[in-house]
């Protein structure tokens, strides 16, 4: 497939310097845009019989890089954090909601089922059932769509979703033959027998289990299969640092001009109040050139600086149907509208998600490329959005991997992650979907526009791509 592509993607490779033009354009437009206060005048989503779900208010807890601030706490600690924060923003009743659902990665092992640990230690009743799903990157988004399809159905009609990643602190395993004699010395009745096994450990038996961000199904790392994505779609070292640079330099800017309404203060026990993300670092051109690959070497083009990072932190929604958040005197943000999941092969096209999903949601929606007001795609890694934007922008891909008859073409640079993105905001595998949808919404409030699309990858071939409406101010 490599091969194969590098050379029809050569035909529509795009300028080395695109990204400083459409990032100083970014910047210069963002002001334009905010001035539209008025929601475009299109035709509504919503479709009779069909319950309204709309998102009421979203909140996350700084996100900060794995091994600072956060570094002595537990996932339940930043999920219950973020969902503290949630109470204390929409004054909801602690027994207001009918269900909890969170999403996680890389599971703690005392606290398997985070969502009811969190609910309890946030104060929730203990009447509320909470569950966790785990769904790689998109395992809040799989927590909000598993909320609308609650409420959909009329089983509910007020769930809490979020997810929570804590990446300073995960599971190291022994060795499986270590395991399975500490296992056995469990079992062991008699003194020889517990001898015996003790005597049976060789130093090889104490090498650790890592947890490593890889493929089961490939054992290949993600970032060695963004690289391998980016040299198959011919994506370059300078493109790539390109649009990780814009993305620093917009996050800081919507940090500096207060537009990232959906960070919550939080005191850390026995450290200060954490009160904005810390992984925002506008480089330059010339310091990041000087970093070398960091996973294939030493040709390889993805290196620390175009990567998103290791990431502590929360997020939580609060979603219900509309008559419910009505009645309760609440005013939505937005609406929940189609999405989609899709999968697709994890070795070669491994983060094709927002490619594969992005026409399918805005077919169920009814929709083109060009009614869409606002995009946030997940950005794991420059090359990795680089990809799909070129993917997005082939008929040849679309009509020899999708069975589709021409392309869905490309976003707008100028209304796409115009506040930043996982390379520069931090991405806490399964806290970035709260991020997104409530990104979407404010963005949605601030430009005036109607529709936005949230589109993200994720582990195993699997993506996730969902249109929002904005709710009529």
């Given at each position: 497939m490599a091969s194969m592509l590098l050379n029809s993607m050569r035909s529509c490779s795009v300028s080395p310097s695109w990204a400083v033009r459409i990032g100083a354009r970014s910047l210069s437009t963002t002001a334009q845009l905010q001035a539209q206060v008025q929601t475009k005048s299109k035709k509504t989503l919503a479709r009779p019989g069909v319950k309204n779900v709309v998102l009421v208010e979203g909140v996350r807890t700084p996100f900060l890089l794995s091994g600072t601030t956060?570094?002595?706490?537990?996932?339940?600690?930043?999920?219950?954090?973020?969902?503290?924060?949630?109470?204390?923003?929409?004054?909801?009743?602690?027994?207001?909601?009918?269900?909890?659902?969170?999403?996680?990665?890389?599971?703690?092992?005392?606290?398997?089922?985070?969502?009811?640990?969190?609910?309890?230690?946030?104060?929730?009743?203990?009447?509320?059932?909470?569950?966790?799903?785990?769904?790689?990157?998109?395992?809040?988004?799989?927590?909000?769509?598993?909320?609308?399809?609650?409420?959909?159905?009329?089983?509910?009609?007020?769930?809490?979703?979020?997810?929570?990643?804590?990446?300073?602190?995960?599971?190291?395993?022994?060795?499986?033959?270590?395991?399975?004699?500490?296992?056995?010395?469990?079992k062991a009745k008699t003194l020889g027998q517990k001898l015996g096994l003790l005597g049976s450990i060789r130093l090889a038996h104490l090498s650790p289990e890592l947890p490593a961000v890889a493929e089961f199904s490939t054992a290949e790392t993600m970032g060695h299969s963004a690289d391998r994505l980016a040299a198959a779609f011919g994506v370059s070292r300078l493109e790539q640092d390109e649009f990780a640079l814009r993305s620093h330099s917009l996050a800081k800017k919507a940090q500096d001009d207060?537009?990232?309404?959906?960070?919550?203060?939080?005191?850390?026990?026995?450290?200060?109040?954490?009160?904005?993300?810390?992984?925002?670092?506008?480089?330059?051109?010339?310091?990041m050139a000087k970093l070398k690959p960091a996973f294939v070497k030493p040709h390889g083009t993805v290196t620390a600086a175009n990567s998103s990072f290791l990431t502590d932190g929360a997020s939580a929604v609060l979603i219900m149907s509309e008559e419910k958040a009505l009645a309760m005197g609440y005013k939505p943000k937005a609406y929940l509208r189609d999405f989609v999941y899709v999968s697709q092969d994890p070795k070669d096209q491994l983060l094709l998600?927002?490619?594969?999903?992005?026409?399918?949601?805005?077919?169920?929606?009814?929709?083109?490329?060009?009614?869409?007001?606002?995009?946030?795609?997940?950005?794991?890694?420059a090359g990795q959005i680089m990809a799909n934007l070129k993917a997005m922008d082939s008929d040849w891909f679309a009509q020899t991997y999708m069975g589709r008859k021409s392309k869905v073409g490309t976003p707008s640079m100028e209304k796409f992650n115009l506040w930043g993105g996982s390379l520069s905001?931090?991405?806490?595998?399964?806290?970035?979907?709260?991020?997104?949808?409530?990104?979407?919404?404010?963005?949605?409030?601030?430009?005036?526009?109607?529709?936005?699309?949230?589109?993200?990858?994720?582990?195993?071939?699997?993506?996730?791509?969902?249109?929002?409406?904005?709710?009529?101010?």
């Open positions: 956060y570094a002595d706490l537990m996932p339940h600690d930043l999920a219950r954090a973020a969902l503290q924060g949630l109470l204390h923003r929409t004054g909801l009743p602690k027994d207001a909601v009918d269900y909890i659902i969170y999403g996680t990665v890389i599971q703690e092992v005392k606290t398997s089922n985070v969502a009811r640990e969190a609910a309890l230690g946030a104060g929730f009743s203990d009447k509320i059932p909470a569950h966790t799903v785990t769904m790689a990157c998109i395992s809040s988004n799989q927590a909000m769509t598993s909320a609308v399809g609650m409420i959909a159905a009329g089983q509910c009609d007020a769930v809490v979703a979020g997810g929570v990643e804590f990446m300073s602190d995960v599971p190291i395993r022994h060795s499986r033959k270590m395991r399975k004699t500490m296992l056995s010395l469990n207060g537009f990232l309404q959906d960070v919550i203060s939080f005191k850390v026990p026995g450290r200060d109040i954490v009160s904005k993300d810390n992984g925002i670092r506008p480089s330059s051109m010339q310091q998600g927002p490619t594969y999903g992005t026409p399918k949601a805005l077919e169920r929606a009814g929709l083109s490329m060009s009614d869409i007001d606002v995009f946030e795609f997940h950005e794991a890694f905001l931090g991405h806490p595998f399964g806290a970035t979907g709260c991020r997104l949808v409530t990104t979407v919404a404010h963005r949605l409030q601030k430009e005036g526009g109607q529709y936005g699309l949230v589109a993200a990858c994720a582990a195993g071939g699997q993506g996730h791509a969902m249109v929002i409406e904005a709710y009529p101010q």
